[in-house]
């Protein structure tokens, strides 16, 4: 069992979904990703996701979008990513870490590359935004072959069928994108994002995590009502932008986002 | 038919060509991909929509385009025959519009009631603009700040026709980052929301779309030259950003093996000085905007900025089936410099009073160089993609005038 369903299960078990922030690697630089990543498992993380930047983000909102450009300004490449994060394995054997973002900069030098560095460095999953199940033949493969799992993105216009070839395809969990829009987009709607996974239930055996427009703890509490995993991106990134270069309380800051978000998650129980 | 394998792809897997194309976006776009792909194959195989979209390409754009015989430049160059396909004298000036009218009636047919669009040059915001008007939708236009600067005469236009131009400040401002900020507001928007892609780039099944619809002047060029020849053209020439007007023009003579096929990029100001946008000279395979093809990017797979004196072939891409056509190499392709397209455009403009637009004057100075290496009774069919009044002032400026 991989340690990402481990730990799905492990949350399974105490009746909560998992917590799951985003931040893109290397922003504001290189150097602060690992005890940025640190801080959100002293808040409560369960699960980490990772941005890998691109200079093309095409379904990420203006915060996300300038997190790509802080942390290409600060020089960060690929290897810095996969650097960040077996820094923080040197104190973190057991939080999963997914990397999330968008296929060209994953495969640049070929996709059997990228997942052999990126399974060496600890990483657990890979989320490619622009892979779809019809072209998951571009990772897919060289995912499996190095043990990683392969997360699909499920949206609300995706078909049974499609649900169901994704859970087939992928490992570890499906990440629901909870409203059409972009990446930060403020127009969540927990009820319809509870009837969908009911009915997305039905055809999956994956766990289901939730993300896009989860801004804050009351957010992550309705969502966790339903969801697997709750995500949260653009509200943390806001934080880092808001902070800048060289800023040494941050750690503490997305720590202390992370515990709120933590209780909004744990809140949660009393209705599941 | 659209579908039909072409000779040159044994094995095609649809909406691929080759190893390139395919669909690599965001979840939520791909039942709305789905939706336009059925709806492009009920209604381009239906009869009365392809007569109703003959009678406004007859009536409305102007087809068919002239084919000419540019006598003047020809003997200046002293050697093959040049040809123009007028695409040029196309309502709107230029053959973005062959492209709008398609989809436009397509957008009409499936009931959605606002179109978005990107534009470089604006050439393709002016034609989606237009139709837009003509057909009572809504109209947003994404463009990148620097090109608003320095298309000022288009975005005026876009205003005058009723569209909303939105001015994109993320990236390079450029094309590209048109195009990423027309993607998020559709996977926004997908309901009400049809995306006119101007060019053969982006996720299936709009490369292939745009090229059927952009065909009619390959289709044209292919009567026109046998009728005024008696014989097909030995080379074909057109420019190359996202290569919409070539693929229009050289896929009715994909199986004519005999016909040279030849597209030219923006070579800026040089390729080896790196300020350029020669995706296929240049640049590697890779993926961005939905599909698979040749890029310009770094070392780390990030795109890179590109740089042409023409902001419509300012673009880190090309459409995959040129991509295709490269490597199985039925197709050439070559990069002229700013200054080479300059030469070309005054060249053009003295010799046989037409003022062609800065994309076109790489076709331009490429075909004039080729013609100089062919004998008198051979011939080069250059198509005049644009017209050049939206350049005026960018090049008086260039130029050091005042207007």
């Known amino acids: 069992m991989s340690r990402l369903q481990q730990r799905l299960e492990h949350c399974a078990a105490e009746g909560r979904a998992a917590l799951i922030p985003y931040l893109t690697g290397g922003d504001p630089e290189p150097a602060a990703t690992p005890a940025l990543m640190h801080a959100l498992v002293e808040g409560g993380a369960d699960i980490l996701e990772l941005g890998v930047p691109f200079t093309d983000p095409m379904a990420d909102g203006p915060t996300i979008q300038l997190a790509c450009e802080r942390a290409l300004a600060a020089g960060t490449t690929v290897t810095h990513v996969l650097d960040a994060v077996r820094a923080f394995r040197e104190r973190d054997a057991d939080t999963p870490v997914v990397l999330m973002g968008y296929l060209n900069p994953m495969i640049r030098s070929s996709a059997e590359r990228f997942c052999a560095d990126a399974a060496d460095a600890g990483v657990d999953g890979v989320l490619a935004v622009d892979l779809t199940v019809e072209e998951a033949d571009t990772l897919q493969p060289a995912l499996q072959a190095q043990g990683l799992d392969c997360i699909f993105l499920l949206a609300p216009t995706t078909s049974p069928e499609r649900a169901r070839r994704m859970s087939e395809t992928g490992s570890g969990y499906l990440y629901y994108v909870s409203l059409k829009g972009v990446t930060g987009s403020a127009a969540l709607d927990a009820q319809a994002v509870a009837d969908k996974l009911a009915s997305l239930r039905e055809v999956v055996t994956l766990p289901l995590a939730v993300g896009f427009g989860i801004r804050d703890a009351a957010d992550a509490e309705k969502v966790a009502a339903s969801a697997d995993g709750v995500v949260v991106g653009s509200a943390l990134v806001e934080l880092i932008a808001k902070a800048g270069r060289g800023d040494d309380t941050l750690p503490a800051t997305l720590r202390d986002a992370a515990a709120k978000l933590r209780q909004g998650v744990e809140a949660a129980r009393a209705r599941r | ?403």
């Open chain 2, 1 to 403: 038919m659209s579908d039909a394998p072409s000779a040159t792809d044994p094995a095609p897997r649809p909406g691929h060509f080759g190893p390139y194309g395919g669909s690599f976006v965001a979840e939520t776009l791909i039942g709305p991909l789905q939706e336009l792909e059925q709806a492009w194959r009920e209604l381009w195989g239906d009869a009365k929509f392809r007569s109703e979209l003959d009678a406004d390409l007859a009536h409305y754009v102007g087809r068919p385009s002239p084919l000419y015989h540019a006598e003047r430049l020809s003997r200046e160059c002293g050697g093959a025959q040049i040809y123009l396909k007028r695409e040029d004298l196309n309502h709107t000036g230029a053959h973005k519009i062959n492209n709008t009218v398609g989809q436009a009636l397509l957008a009409q047919h499936m009931g959605k009631t606002r179109i978005i669009a990107e534009t470089g040059a604006g050439q393709h915001g002016v034609a989606s603009a237009t139709v837009a008007a003509r057909l009572g939708l809504k109209c947003v236009v994404y463009m990148g700040e620097t090109d608003i600067a320095r298309q000022q005469p288009n975005v005026y236009r876009m205003r005058l026709l009723g569209a909303e131009v939105v001015a994109v400040k993320s990236g390079t401002r450029t094309l590209k980052d048109a195009m990423n900020e027309a993607l998020r507001d559709w996977v926004t928007n997908v309901d009400d929301t049809f995306y006119i892609i101007g060019t053969c780039a982006g996720p299936a099944p709009y490369p292939e779309m745009v090229r059927e619809l952009q065909s009619v002047i390959g289709r044209e060029t292919r009567e026109q030259s046998l009728e005024m020849m008696g014989r097909l053209p030995d080379a074909l020439v057109a420019c190359v950003g996202g290569g919409s007007n070539a693929i229009g023009m050289f896929h009715p003579f994909i199986d004519d093996r005999e016909v040279r096929l030849i597209g030219v990029e923006a070579g800026g100001d040089g390729v080896e000085t790196g300020r350029h946008a020669a995706s296929l000279v240049a640049g590697r395979p890779g993926i961005l905007h939905g599909n698979r093809t040749y890029l310009l990017q770094d070392d780390y797979g990030q795109i890179q900025g590109t740089h042409s004196v023409s902001a419509g072939l300012d673009y880190p891409g090309v459409g995959p089936e040129h991509a295709w056509l490269k490597d199985c190499g039925r197709a050439e392709y070559v990069a002229v410099t700013d200054a080479e397209a300059m030469e070309g455009f005054h060249a053009l403009t003295r010799s046989e009073g037409i003022l062609c637009a800065l994309e076109t004057a790489h076709a331009v100075a490429h075909a004039m160089k080729l013609a100089q290496t062919m004998r008198p009774e051979q011939s080069v069919v250059l198509n005049l993609s644009g017209r050049g009044d939206k350049d005026l002032y960018s090049i008086a400026e260039r130029e050091g005038w005042s207007l």
